[in-house]
């Protein structure tokens, strides 16, 4: 009797019937290739947001809140009425992001999947915009949020 090979990919991460292209919050963890430290890289910084921008505008997906952190990237976000689910976003905007990188340099930019947590109607949006900009003060990068080049606000938080 053979054994079966268990699958080198693990389970989705996401939640099975749910549907992610609905109306609401999200807070995306999306991790460097590795937890290597590329994102230090300032010209690699720029083209990442710049990306994650350029998508944005694509799908007219709402992005409140963004902080790219030495080796990962936060990501406060709400497809609105675009109809684009935040996996299909994520998976164009990694893709996008990664393929020069990963030809000029040989590895890949991100660990497969990403993370993330549906915001419920108990939280508080504010506090975890917040939360996310000051991630750079927590990591000792800078000693207020608004010194960090690499977060900001793009959409206005509808409260």
């Given at each position: 009797m053979k054994k079966a090979i268990p699958?080198?990919?693990?389970?989705?991460?996401?939640?099975?019937?749910?549907?992610?292209?609905?109306?609401?919050?999200?807070f995306i963890t999306i991790c460097s290739y590795e937890g290597k430290k590329v994102f230090s890289d300032k010209d690699l910084a720029k083209e990442i947001i710049k990306?994650?921008?350029?998508?944005?505008?694509?799908?007219?997906?709402?992005?409140?809140?963004?902080?790219l952190m030495p080796d990962h990237l936060h990501i406060l976000l709400n497809p609105g009425d675009s109809?684009?689910?935040?996996?299909?976003?994520?998976?164009?905007?990694?893709?996008?992001?990664?393929?020069?990188?990963?030809?000029q340099n040989g590895t890949p930019l991100w660990q497969r999947g990403f993370y993330d947590h549906i915001v419920r109607e108990n939280?508080?949006?504010?506090?975890?915009?917040?939360?996310?900009?000051?991630?750079?003060?927590?990591?000792?990068?800078?000693?207020?949020a608004e010194?960090?080049?690499y977060s900001g606000v793009i959409d206005e938080i509808e409260v």
């Open positions: 699958s080198r990919r693990k389970n989705s991460l996401r939640l099975k019937d749910f549907d992610y292209a609905t109306p609401r919050a999200y990306c994650l921008k350029e998508n944005k505008e694509k799908t007219n997906l709402k992005i409140y809140i963004y902080c109809n684009v689910s935040i996996s299909r976003f994520i998976q164009t905007f990694k893709s996008q992001a990664g393929f020069l990188y990963k030809k939280e508080d949006l504010i506090k975890i915009a917040q939360y996310i900009l000051d991630n750079p003060v927590r990591k000792g990068l800078v000693e207020i010194q960090y080049s």
